[in-house]
Every structure is written in C-alpha cells, then in structure tokens.
T-cell receptor
Framework: NAGVTQTPKFQVLKTGQSMTLQCAQD?????MYWYRQDPGMGLRLIYY???????DKGEVPNGYNVSRLNKREFSLRLESAAPSQTSVYFC?????????????FGSGTQLSVL | GESVGLHLPTLSVQEGDNSIINCAYS??????FIWYKQESGKGPQFIID?????DKRQGQRVTVLLNKTVKHLSLQIAATQPGDSAVYFC????????????FGTGTRLQVTL
C-alpha cells in the first residue's frame, strides 16, 4: 500500500542508549519530515529534508540527527537517549511543489526513555 | 515565536449536530492553513486546506472559514457522526517557508449518542 511507513511502532530505551527510527515513503515525494508529539502540545518539527541530499533543523533539533539515505528513506537517530525524548514520533512526506500541499503522515513511533 | 492555538481543548457534540472547532493564529505572514484529524493511535490525516486569499472553502461535510482580520480559523463539521470523534489540529504555513508547518495544540471532539 502506498504511504509512509515507520518502524518500529513501539520502543523502550534506557537513558544513554542510542537508536534509529526508520521512515520510508513510496509516493516519490521530495520532502520528508520528522515531528514529535507530546501530550497537550501540537506536533513540533525536529528536522526536515526538502530534497534528497539536504537536511535542515526544525524547531526542536537538539539531541537528534537525521540521514536522508535516498529519496525514499529518512531516518532519525537518537545518539544518547534522555527521558525528555519520551514522545510519539511521526514521519511525514510532502508532494513536490505545485501539487496539492498536504503532509502524509506515518502511523507513529511511541518511544519511552527510562 | 509566533504560534497557532485553539480556544477549546475538548468539544462534546451530539450525533447529528454541527460541530465548530476554532483556531487562533498570530502570524500575519501565514498564507496557508490546514486542518488535520488524528484518531487514536494513528498519524494525522489531512481534512481540508485554505489559502489566505480565500475566506471559505467547502469539502464533504466540512467547511473551513478564514477571518484574516482577527486571525481566526474554524472548521465546521455538518451532521457530526461518531466516526468524527478525534483530535483536530490546525496548522499554518508562513509565506516563503516552503513546506514548514506550525501546528496548534489540538481540540478533542467527542461525539455523544
């Protein structure tokens, strides 16, 4: 099925551990995004990639790194997880400029850092 | 920084009634607005969008109204159904920022029978 696929769906980490959240889209979109969603708050942009080979910081980039591996894949890495990074993470992709502008979201990764 | 916010965190509506979800924005440079619906355990889904050169846009059972004078956005859902129960987010995009959206905190819509 076409769309945005995130893995894993759930993850529990200990403080200081590292992990990578994976995201892939099969809609040939140029732009991809990583958001985090905390209770009582809107989605906040961590990093985004406007096109293959480029990445830029969003609103809350500290503690994260990203890699735009190719046009399909955009990964988010936590090098040393902290409890403040407990959140639900959403990957999204965006159609090329000139088309209907909608973000397509994945189903999310629920991350708990103990 | 500027932000997008919502007036009501929770809205309860009887099945069959119309729902109105409100959103205030403060960035006068925003030129594009979107409403998203998020059901429990899922990612947000696009509902409807509107550009700043419009006042109203209608979709299937949904209407978005934009009042630029008071920086207010609303989502109207006609004949609300149990399947409409979800959290609704508004989002804005600042002109010239390409594809970066700022999201509001969300309103939970509860549909009662």
């Amino acid at each position: 099925n076409a769309g945005v696929t995130q893995t894993p769906k759930f993850q529990v980490l200990k403080t200081g551990q590292s992990m990578t959240l994976q995201c892939a889209q099969d809609m040939n979109h140029n732009s991809m995004y990583w958001y985090r969603q905390d209770p009582g708050m809107g989605l906040r942009l961590i990093y985004y990639s406007a096109s293959e080979g480029t990445t830029d910081k969003g609103e809350v980039p500290n503690g994260y790194n990203v890699s735009r591996l190719n046009k399909r894949e955009f990964s988010l890495r936590l090098e040393s997880a902290a409890p403040s990074q407990t959140s639900v993470y959403f990957c999204a992709s965006f159609p090329p400029t000139g088309r209907i502008e909608k973000l397509f979201f994945g189903s999310g990764t629920q991350l708990s850092v103990l | 920084g500027e932000s997008v916010g919502l007036h009501l965190p929770t809205l309860s509506v009887q099945e069959g009634d119309n729902s109105i979800i409100n959103c205030a924005y403060s960035n006068s440079a925003s030129d594009y607005f979107i409403w998203y619906k998020q059901e429990s355990g899922k990612g947000p889904q696009f509902i409807i969008d509107i550009r700043s050169n419009m006042d109203k846009r209608q979709g299937q059972r949904v209407t978005v109204l934009l009042n630029k004078t008071v920086k207010h956005l609303s989502l109207q859902i006609a004949a609300t159904q149990p399947g409409d129960s979800a959290v609704y987010f508004c989002a804005e995009r600042e002109s010239g920022t390409a594809s970066k959206l700022t999201f509001g905190t969300g309103t939970r819509l509860q549909v009662t029978l």
